[in-house]
């Protein structure tokens, strides 16, 4: 399935309340969550989901200047 991703994502951040989570391809996905832990929380959380959790990355704001 194009979203394999999206149940492992579930099981580890729905406490924080899940807004969205969108596929943006090769297996990355984007999430949005109401409460969120902060980067060193979610990365603890990949680290107990098997490996289904490769890597968390924040939400970079580019401004062009």
Known sequence: SLNEGEPAIRRAYTKFGIVAIKLIGN????????????????????????????????????KAF
């Open 27 to 62: 297996g990355l996905y984007e999430l949005h969550v109401q409460n969120d832990p902060g980067l060193s929380e979610m990365e603890k959380l990949a680290t107990h989901s098997n490996g289904e959790i490769k890597a968390i990355q924040p939400n970079y704001i580019y």
